[in-house]
């Protein structure tokens, strides 16, 4: 595949790691905490939709620096906005496009993780979260609600009494707290936590690639669907995975008792 190479103003792209699948993205904002104005998501979703053009990607890392994933949509953008500036931004278009990547993106979480940083956090298919996080919608502190996923994706995934509580207090929660509310998937030491995510998505890069956009496909469905729809749509899945090369591969490999090479065909 060609050279990939980006040149953005609010994010950096480290492709050192794409021989083994690999893309880490860094919020770099760090005079605003990573505050995610939308030229930050902007690029973010243009990287997503060039990694997607090609067939190296196998897994992305989203990431912040050590005091801030993210503090939330950037604040003096959003003062002086009106509601027809907000319908007119494409912020809408582009939290959508995120969630329409197909391979795992993998949150590594450091220091603050809020508002629209919590919510760009649970967009991605999971959490990496290191002991010094602190995270929350603490949008109503501002006088406004959160608007992508603070009050929905966070209800499903803590249910109602918590999410609630955190949102309508704006009250922070901790990294701790947040395994313990099923929220991220581990708690590593801060210093770590990017290391942590690379060997997770190291694991993830060696699967096949088709298995890990089906996986994906259907646990995003369970957010969107009855349990009859999605268990419907994950049977599906199941079968279409018995038409892949990869299938006979990862069957086979067990069998012959050696690792399996998958290329996702
Ligand atoms: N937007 C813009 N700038 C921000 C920001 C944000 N969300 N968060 C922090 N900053 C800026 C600060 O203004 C400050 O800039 P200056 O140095 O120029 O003064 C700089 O980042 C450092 O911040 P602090 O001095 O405040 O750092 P701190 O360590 O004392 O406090 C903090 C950290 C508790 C996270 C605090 O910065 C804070 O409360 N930030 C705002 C958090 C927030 O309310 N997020 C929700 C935003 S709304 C939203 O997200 C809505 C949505 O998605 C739809």
Not at 43 to 59: G, N
Not at 112 to 125: I, P, Q, R, T, V
Not at 198 to 211: I, N, Q
């Amino acid at each position: 595949m060609s050279n990939l190479s980006f040149d953005w103003e609010n994010i950096l792209v480290d492709t050192a790691d794409l021989h083994e699948g690999i893309v880490t993205i860094t919020l770099n904002r760090p005079k605003v905490l990573n505050a995610l104005n939308t030229q930050t998501l902007k690029e973010i979703v243009l990287t997503l939709k060039e990694l997607q053009r090609r067939d190296d990607t196998r897994v992305v890392i989203l990431t912040g620096n050590e005091k801030a994933f993210a503090a939330g949509a950037d604040i003096a953008q959003m003062l002086a906005a009106t509601p027809a500036d907000q319908i007119k931004d494409e912020r809408e278009g582009l939290w959508k496009e995120f969630t329409l990547f197909p391979l795992p993106i993998i949150a590594a979480v450091n220091g603050f993780c809020l508002g629209g940083g919590h919510e760009l956090a649970m967009a991605c298919d999971t959490i990496i979260a290191g002991d010094n996080a602190l995270m929350g919608q603490p949008e109503v502190n501002l006088g406004i609600t959160p608007g992508a996923g603070g009050t929905q994706r966070f209800t499903r995934t803590i249910g109602k009494a918590r999410a609630s509580y955190y949102a309508l207090t704006g009250e922070m929660f901790s990294a701790h707290e947040a395994l313990e509310m099923g929220l991220v998937a581990k708690v590593v030491p801060s210093r770590t936590t990017l290391a942590e995510a690379r060997e997770c998505a190291k694991k993830m890069a060696k699967k096949s690639p088709m298995a890990l956009r089906l996986i994906k496909e259907s646990i995003q469905a369970s957010f969107n669907t009855s349990l009859d729809e999605g268990l419907k749509l994950e049977r599906r899945n199941f079968y279409l995975t018995f038409s892949m090369e990869d299938q006979k591969e990862g069957m086979r490999a067990f069998l012959e008792k050696r690792s399996p090479n998958y290329t996702g065909s």
